[in-house]
């Protein structure tokens, strides 16, 4: 024979409320804890530092005929070249007229890549879609798709999450 539940007191309900409540501030309290040690793991910004502007795109010819090379365009819309092609720095990026259109302007005084774009441009399917010598600009369609790499001086770069160049 089973016995029958019996119904809870007023006394044994206040306490299962308090255990709840015990329960729910140690897990605040561990929270707390981890974001304060958290924080403290970060190295400090030296005073007056400006902080560095967010990585928009990363495009990355990965190592094959020369050392692994990237273009970083970060959000106050410079491009700056890492692993190779540093005499293009610095340059500078904007979108075109759709978001799709990728629009890298060449800094440095090196002689711009005539030849290469000249030649790009008759490769199918194409990777630059035009390009301005006097204004050292190179246009790209880059709609994320199908078309997921940039032609630079002959070399295919591919959009990556990371800069692998050193």
Do not use: H
């Amino acid at each position: 024979m089973t016995a029958a539940p019996r119904p809870a007191s007023a006394t044994s309900t206040a306490l299962d409320r308090v255990e709840s409540n015990v329960r729910r501030l140690r897990v605040i309290g561990i929270a707390a804890v981890g974001i304060v040690l958290a924080s403290c793991a970060l190295p400090p910004r030296p005073a007056g530092a400006p902080a560095l502007p967010a990585v928009v795109q990363i495009w990355e010819y990965p190592a094959g005929d020369m050392p692994t090379m990237c273009v970083v365009l970060t959000a106050d819309g410079v491009a700056t070249f890492r692993g190779g092609f540093q005499f293009f720095n610095p340059g500078s990026w904007r979108a075109g007229n759709t978001p799709q259109t990728l629009i890298i302007t060449l800094g440095g005084d090196t002689e711009f890549p005539t030849q290469a774009a000249v030649q790009e441009l008759r490769a199918r399917p194409p990777a630059l879609r035009r390009f301005d010598a006097a204004r050292r600009e190179l246009k790209f369609a880059v709609d994320g798709g199908k078309q997921r790499r940039i032609a630079i001086g002959g070399f295919y770069f591919y959009r990556s999450s990371t800069c692998g160049a050193a």
